[in-house]
């Protein structure tokens, strides 16, 4: 599978980027989030983990924390999380 990033500030008023695909059900799935490091963002992340493990049936969450807030995750953490993942998540702190 290659790495898609998409930027959410490419283009302009009115384009419109294509939904990634989505799996019908995610139970059995490795789903990994991206903690941004804004406030309370790994409690976030912790308790959607849980949730997902209780609720869905998801076999594996992997967290990884992004250096900076303000900057985009680097490369090798956004490779590692497509090599890994079935799906993703950016999670948003307070």
Not at 65 to 85: C, D, G, M, Q, W
């Amino acid at each position: 599978m290659a790495l898609r990033i998409i930027d959410p500030s490419a283009g302009g008023a009115g384009t419109r980027i294509p939904l990634a695909p989505r799996p019908m059900d995610l139970r059995g799935k490795v789903v990994g989030i991206i903690d941004n490091t804004k406030e309370q963002a790994d409690v976030i992340a912790e308790a959607m983990a849980e949730g997902l493990r209780e609720k869905y049936g998801v076999a594996k969450v992997i967290v990884r924390r992004k250096p900076f807030f303000s900057k985009p995750a680097p490369a090798e953490l956004l490779e590692e999380i497509a090599r890994e993942a079935d799906v993703a998540i950016a999670a948003v702190g307070g």
